[in-house]
């Protein structure tokens, strides 16, 4: 009885199971793992399909274009398992391009020596046909290539069956089910293709793609009983992707066995092509306190660690245990939250409450200023006025004196509190910013002119030599402060019939402004304490003109709200320049018109 045609239907099954395979893996085709394991079924289903045809041939012709076929498969098949088996067992890191470019060449080799074995019988001596069992069999006398083509899948397969052993008596015992069905579905083919070469038990057919009916049944009840290979109904692993924090696997020996998408964004090193099988020390080994609490025996509470300084992002870490069904350590789990922006509102909340505290010094500072500075004043007023009252009312003279020192004390208080409430209103950030194009020449004739009566009574001659073309953008409110306080101070230190310059230049994209005059100049031993903050003194004057003492501060700070710098000259008896660098307008830009400001300085 003809019983090839029973054999070549049970081999056509065992291809359509296979194509069943194929198609659970294409479907599941965004796991590496599944791209792999179909492949290698793939190639099998090009044996078996190819070797039932070649039980059912009637010619020696038929008979090779089939082997054509089965060779399409038979040589990359033991690739594409090994390959698979890396992936199965953690070891992905391995599975680079040029590797598997290297672990092909012998595969490619044979598929070339098989198909030109007619011109060499180096893979093949001969082929010929065989009537014993009623049906014709082919009957090879194998050649040198043949046995290469053979050693060097026995060796993948050595490895690899040794690394699923190793795999099996390290994993938790829910997972022993899986590994043992691995190792039988990968055996059974392997096993049968070596007795029939070995030749221990006779046959007359090859019995190698029986194997693999035996490997496509194992396969099958393990993908839809057991979940073998996550080839089955991927919801978990689709919500373990799309989860937006970072997670890490690990295995008991520290090494990356998972990973979701999150991770592979936030930690360098971790891709879709490498990662797993690495150890956690090489992945993290820039970041040596994660190391550490990976390390920990226990789980670790939440820290926030800096993990990315180029990004200068921050996350919280949690290690988690994993633990199997009966309570036993199987791994860790690594857990990295971004708190980036929480961070960086606590960083604010403590900008915030060191700005209040300075503040508050602030105001001590500045009721010590308001006790000292405006009580003399307005005592000496109130008994200037007292005096007038007297005196008009017993002789009624000429007052005349008397009134201008009333009238000069007055506007020093009117200075001082104006000055007291730019500062203060500058502390509390209640100063607007709004940078105008305007002229540099104007606003230091309009405030001269604010002047003209302090500087013509102690006989000041202040000159401008300042271009009218000259165009800065800065704050006019700011600007006119400045000019206001650099000249004030410059008169209140000039001796009578002084003189004052008023000088800018522009370099790059700033206009340099210096205020200098020939007066007394600045002590030694307040060089390099005038423009602190935290030195507020009020130096009287040469006609003992007062101050609150906190001008050259706030024209430093002013000056810097506006983008430049501000800095000094000063010889002591010779006199003083002050220095401040303005943004220039950009050209063409049209200043804003002050017809009070067009008129010239002497």
């Known amino acids: 009885m003809n019983f090839n045609l029973y054999l070549s239907a049970l081999l056509i099954a065992s291809a359509c199971c296979s194509a069943v395979v194929v198609y659970l893996c294409w479907k599941r085709r965004e796991l590496p793992i599944a791209v792999s394991y179909g492949l290698c079924i793939l190639s099998t289903a090009f044996y078996t ?127 022993k089910k899986h590994v043992v069905l691995m190792l039988i579905g990968s055996l059974a083919p392997y096993a049968s293709t070596l007795v029939y070469l070995s030749e221990v038990l006779p046959t007359p057919f090859d019995i190698s793609p029986f194997g693999f009916v035996l490997s496509n049944i194992f396969f099958l009840f393990g993908i839809y009983q057991f979940n073998l290979l996550r080839l089955a109904p991927m919801a978990l692993q689709k919500v373990f992707e799309s989860m937006q924090d970072a997670v890490v696997l690990l295995d008991l020996e520290h090494n990356i066995t998972g990973f979701n998408q999150a991770a592979g964004r936030t930690i360098q090193g971790l891709g879709r092509k490498n990662g797993i099988g690495q150890p956690a020390a090489t992945v993290f080994a820039a970041n040596p306190e994660l190391l550490r609490r990976i390390d920990l025996a226990s789980a670790s509470e939440d820290k926030e660690l800096l993990m990315d300084e180029a990004a200068d992002r921050y996350y919280s870490v949690q290690v988690s245990l994993i633990a199997d069904f009966r309570s036993r350590p199987a791994g860790k789990m690594l857990l990295l939250r971004d708190v980036t922006d929480a961070v960086r509102s606590e960083e604010r909340l403590r900008e915030n409450a060191r700005q209040l505290r300075e503040l508050n010094a602030f105001k001590d500072q500045m009721f010590n200023v308001v006790a000292h500075d405006i009580r003399d004043p307005m005592a000496v007023l109130l008994n200037l006025t007292e005096l007038l009252e007297e005196e008009a009312s017993v002789c009624g003279e000429d007052h005349e004196e008397i009134v201008q020192e009333m009238s000069r004390q007055v506007h020093s208080t009117f200075a001082l509190v104006e000055s007291l409430l730019e500062w203060f209103r500058s502390q509390r950030g209640g100063m607007v910013f709004v940078p105008i194009v305007q002229s540099l020449s104007h606003s230091v004739q309009r405030n001269v002119r604010l002047l003209q009566g302090r500087s013509d009574g102690k006989g000041i001659r202040i000159t401008s030599d300042i271009e009218p073309a000259a165009c800065v953008f800065a704050d006019k409110e700011m600007l006119d402060l400045v000019l206001r306080n650099l000249l004030s101070n410059a008169i209140k230190f000039t001796e009578l019939g002084g003189d004052i310059r008023v000088r800018a230049w522009q370099t790059g994209g700033f206009y340099t402004v210096s205020v200098s005059d020939s007066g007394i100049g600045i002590p030694e031993d307040r060089l390099y304490t005038l423009l602190r903050e935290d030195n507020v003194v009020s130096t009287g004057g040469t006609a003992g003109e007062r101050g609150v003492g906190l001008g050259l501060a706030l024209c430093k700070e002013f000056v810097r709200l506006n983008g430049g710098e501000f800095w000094f000259d000063s010889t002591p008896e010779q006199g003083s320049t002050f220095y401040f660098t303005v943004p220039a307008a950009q050209e063409n830009a049209a200043p804003d018109r002050d017809p009070m400001a067009e008129r010239e300085i002497g």
């Open 49 to 175: 399909f190819g070797y039932a045809s070649e039980l059912v041939s009637a010619s020696l012709e038929t008979i090779r274009f089939w082997l054509r076929i089965e060779y399409i498969g038979i040589p990359f098949g033991t690739v594409f398992w090994f390959i698979m088996v890396l992936q199965y067992t953690g070891r992905q890191a391995y599975i680079r391009k040029w590797t598997v470019a290297v672990a092909m060449v012998i595969p490619f080799m044979t598929f070339i020596a098989h198909n030109t074995n007619e011109w060499h019988h180096l893979f093949y001596k001969s082929l010929t046909l065989d009537y014993s069992e009623g049906f014709p069999l082919a009957r090879i006398v194998r050649g040198p290539l043949y046995y290469v083509h053979v050693v060097y899948a026995y060796v993948l397969i050595l490895v690899g069956v040794v690394l699923l052993v190793r795999m099996y008596f390290k994993s938790a015992p829910s997972m």
